[in-house]
Structures are given as structure tokens and as C-alpha cells.
């Protein structure tokens, strides 16, 4: 079982793969105000997305997205309007938003499992 140091940017590393191999294009990743930290930040399409990954070595504990409740989510609203505010300051245009979720169950001993749950909040 990877150390729970590793398994958190493991599983940030293959969401980010999964969600490039769809067609995301990457902005950020793990992006940091004082207020917190968003994990990624892609564009789909005309959407900005901002992606709380969660990360698991196996199930016992439950689901990683059993992890995401709705107090997190409302951070990650907070956070992603922190963000588009920021860019708008810099002069650009921000577009739709949403928050996706994306788990990833990460046993050593067999391939990871990504489950992504797109539009949580939008």
C-alpha cells in the first residue's frame, strides 16, 4: 500500500492523466490562496473545472467521494470564485464554471480505479 504521503499526489497525477485523455486541457494544478487549495483546474470545452480529487488505497473506509461533503464542496465554490476573481483582475475572461469530483482507489497490488463525477456543483 502506498504511504498516505505518495497516495494523495499519486492519485492528483492520474486524475490529471484521465481528465487530459478526454480532452481536458490542464490550467493548474493544486492552486493555493490562503483560503485553501484547489487539486486541479482544467478547461472543457467553454468550462473552467475545478477538481477536488480524492485518493484511496482501497475501500474499506468507504468510497473517496463519501470524503467530499458538502462543507467541502462549499469551499471549493469559494475557491473557484477566488480564482475566476483573480483572473478577471488580470484582464481575462472566465467563462461557465463548474466543480467536478474525481475519485481514484489505488491498491499496490492492482490497477487504480477512477471514477469522475463531473457538474457536483455548478
Not at 498516505?4 to 493548474?28: F, I, M, N, S, W
Not at 478547461?43 to 480524492?54: A, H, I, L, N, R
Request: aromatic residues 4%; glycine residues 8%; contains cysteine.
Amino acid at each position: 500500500m502506498p504511504d498516505t504521503d505518495r497516495l494523495g499526489p499519486l492519485g492528483e497525477r492520474l486524475a490529471e492523466r484521465h481528465l487530459l485523455a478526454r480532452g481536458y486541457r490542464l490550467l493548474e494544478r493544486n492552486w493555493r490562496c490562503p483560503r485553501g487549495e484547489i487539486d486541479l483546474i482544467l478547461q472543457d470545452g467553454d468550462e473552467t473545472v475545478f477538481v477536488e480529487v480524492k485518493t484511496r488505497s482501497a475501500l474499506g473506509y468507504g468510497h473517496p467521494l463519501e470524503a467530499i461533503t458538502v462543507a467541502k464542496l462549499a469551499r471549493l465554490r469559494r475557491l473557484a470564485v477566488e480564482w475566476c476573481r483573480q483572473r478577471r483582475e488580470a484582464g481575462e475572461q472566465v467563462g461557465r464554471i463548474r466543480i467536478d469530483a474525481v475519485a481514484v482507489v489505488a491498491p499496490s497490488d492492482a490497477p487504480a480505479r477512477i471514477d469522475h463525477l463531473a457538474g457536483v456543483f455548478r
